[in-house]
């Protein structure tokens, strides 16, 4: 008999059906002549009640059916006679495929997020963190179907660059060159002896090589790892993460604000439709005005300000910041959340922003002081999208480049790409555990990533 998911047993139309499910106990309770077992698979948050009657032979494996035992049980799907569930399923047979013992650390009360990221190798088998890591995957799908319906081509970026896209010199350095070759070179070892022969790092963007691709296929999108040094340990930073970054060229700043917003509002959209059940337990357990708060971003239209008129509204609002509010300076998330929430009281996209805060390759506007830039803010994250039209004019990036410190030498083959053929063009990155967060209204982002890497701690 073929496996039947839990998620599909409970979206069954008729009764009588026999099935055979996998999975494991949630609990198990006892009563005169049969026991209740709460059987769940990991398909969907709901269990699947299955009876076991106390003269079935199996019943003499009941010992064995504690909280974390893997079992497979094939049976007749029945009306259920409780209100929690449509049906139930009578067990014709029941194996045990592993127990548990009673040192199993997942029973049936309430765990804090903080004690289950001790136990981050159990802790999918929760509610919140099985919802969670469903809707993760809901959403990276969701992602490339964005992406794929409007003719978006999928580029793999190195996971190892040589190229410092960001310029803040935060990169972990990949290398073959161990503790003698330090002991032998003391504070210098040679990098052409390294494996790659230069100086290697864990990529902080694909951003550069997606250039590249931008320059050939006209429009692109990476999706995947990055990494940087940080040593912050705040609810909001890890030191791996993932990065979606589209590219497109032929596409000024205009474009690139269009694609963004209507990008948020898809994956909102496709949220709120296809994960109720999982909206359901955040809303209850998480946060209970997160549909709400949703349905304000999804529903609103983007207000867009330059960045000149937006720390202009910020010092007129008399508010007391925790910092300073001064024209030239980044905005900070607390200034980001006023504009959203309190001014505006929509999103809010802030573009133009001076050219010093902003990296090398964000295009110079006419005026000689800002950059191309933007940023998509929204209600309790603040950032949760950046991007510019990138410096498509070779003169003005080399400039830039000098300015910021960089040797051309090590990216003549991105000043290449204005020398034949140059094209504006322009991106911008969603950071995809940011979005997560926004969506489900989990305040920590090593609660929505499946093993979290933060400094001092590299589990699994």
Same mark, same amino acid.
Request: proline share 5%; net charge negative; charged share 25%.
């Given at each position: ?127 919140? =963190? ?6 993760? !995957? /809901?959403? +990276? ?7 794929? *319906?409007?003719? #978006? ?73 990055? =990494? ?6 705040? !609810? /909001?930073? +890890? ?7 589209? *590219?497109?060229? #032929? ?81 900070? !998330? ?127």
């Amino acid at each position: 008999m073929a496996r039947t998911r839990i998620k599909e047993a409970l979206a069954n139309e008729s009764a009588g059906v026999s099935i055979q499910v996998q999975g494991w106990i949630r609990t198990r309770r006892d009563s005169k002549g049969f026991s209740f077992l709460a059987v769940n698979d990991g398909s969907c948050l709901k269990n699947l009640q299955v009876i076991l009657d106390a003269t079935h032979p199996d019943y003499s494996k009941i010992e064995q059916l504690t909280t974390g035992a893997s079992v497979s049980i094939e049976g007749v799907l029945t009306p259920s006679q409780g209100k929690e569930q449509k049906w139930e399923l009578l067990a014709s047979r029941l194996d045990v495929l592993g127990i548990a013992d009673h040192s199993y650390p997942l029973q049936k009360k309430g765990h804090s997020p903080e004690y289950l990221r001790e136990i981050a190798h159990l802790r999918p088998r929760s509610n919140l =963190f099985g919802c969670l890591f469903r809707v993760r !995957s /809901r959403l +990276a799908y969701a992602i490339h179907t964005f992406f794929q *319906e409007r003719g #978006f081509f999928y580029i793999h970026t190195p996971i190892i660059t040589s190229s410092d896209c960001e310029g803040a010199g935060e990169m972990f350095r990949v290398t073959t060159l161990g503790p003698e070759a330090a002991a032998a070179n003391p504070g210098k070892t040679d990098p052409n002896q390294d494996f790659f022969g230069k100086p290697t790092f864990l990529t902080v963007s694909g951003q550069l090589e997606a250039e590249i691709f931008a320059c050939a296929l006209s429009n692109v999108y990476t999706f995947g790892p990055t =990494f940087r040094a940080e040593n912050s340990n705040t !609810s /909001r930073h +890890a030191s791996e993460f993932w990065m979606i970054e589209p *590219e497109m060229a #032929f596409c000024d700043l205009g474009g690139d604000m269009d694609l963004a917003e209507e990008f948020i509002k898809y994956l909102i959209r496709d949220f709120l439709n296809v994960c109720q059940e999982e909206l359901g337990l955040f809303t209850q357990f998480v946060d209970k005005d997160l549909q709400t708060r949703l349905e304000f971003v999804l529903n609103r239209e983007f207000k867009r300000i330059p960045y000149a008129e937006a720390v202009d509204i910020l010092l007129r609002s008399k508010k007391t910041f925790e910092f300073p509010i001064l024209h030239g300076a980044n905005l900070q !998330s607390e200034h980001e959340r006023f504009l959203t929430e309190e001014h505006f009281k929509c999103p809010v996209t802030v573009f133009d922003y001076p050219k010093e805060i902003k990296p090398f390759y964000m295009r110079a506007n006419d005026d000689g002081k800002t950059a191309a830039a933007m940023d998509v803010l929204v209600p309790r994250i603040g950032e949760i999208v950046g991007g510019s039209q990138r410096e498509e004019r070779l003169d003005l990036l080399e400039g830039a480049m000098k300015h910021h410190g960089l040797n051309l030498e090590n990216y003549w083959w991105y000043l290449d790409l204005r020398r034949y053929g140059s094209v504006p063009h322009s991106g911008f990155g969603l950071g995809f555990e940011r979005m997560l967060m926004f969506i489900t209204g989990v305040a920590n982002i090593r609660d929505i990533i499946p093993f979290p890497r933060t400094p001092g701690h590299a589990e699994f």
